[in-house]
């Protein structure tokens, strides 16, 4: 009786945050939430780069003020949870759709060098710090009105 009691699965080893992220992936259909590729779960699938790997994201971070409800999490690959950091999800799921229209990246998002995810984490940022400029005149103009 107490032999069955100790023994413990590989399964029952793993953490509640990737039960969330085998969860919220299948959700989504196995596609990150914010450049909608496909993601792999590295028990599952042989991956090929790291940044294929599905991760579990924050839509409003921590920092800001967010909790690790279910509501407020969603699966992303490894490269979009890293770039977004604690930007606006929904904002940050638009600038990768222009990014992918504009630009070769759809194709190779997964396999990027460093110095082009440089290159994308400089643009983003920069645009990040516009869209937070063009909030903070809104505001001001909703307040003067």
Not at 115 to 132: D, F, I, M, N, T
Request: with cysteine.
């Amino acid at each position: 009786m107490e032999e069955t009691q100790t023994k413990v699965t590989k399964m029952e080893q793993l953490t509640p945050i990737y039960y969330s992220v085998v969860a919220l992936s299948g959700e989504q259909n196995h596609r990150c939430a914010y450049c909608q590729l496909h993601m792999k779960l590295h028990f599952a699938e042989p991956v090929l780069h790291v940044s294929q790997l599905a991760t579990r994201d924050h839509v409003m971070a921590r920092s800001h003020g967010g909790s690790d409800d279910w509501e407020n999490l969603v699966a992303a690959c490894h490269i979009c949870n890293s770039l977004k950091e604690t930007m606006d999800a929904y904002w940050f799921a638009k600038f990768i759709a222009r990014l992918f229209t504009w630009t070769k990246y759809r194709e190779q998002w997964h396999t990027l060098t460093e110095s082009e995810q440089s290159r994308v984490r400089k643009a983003l940022k920069r645009s990040y710090r516009r869209y937070q400029l063009q909030q903070q005149v809104r505001y001001q103009r909703a307040i003067v009105r």
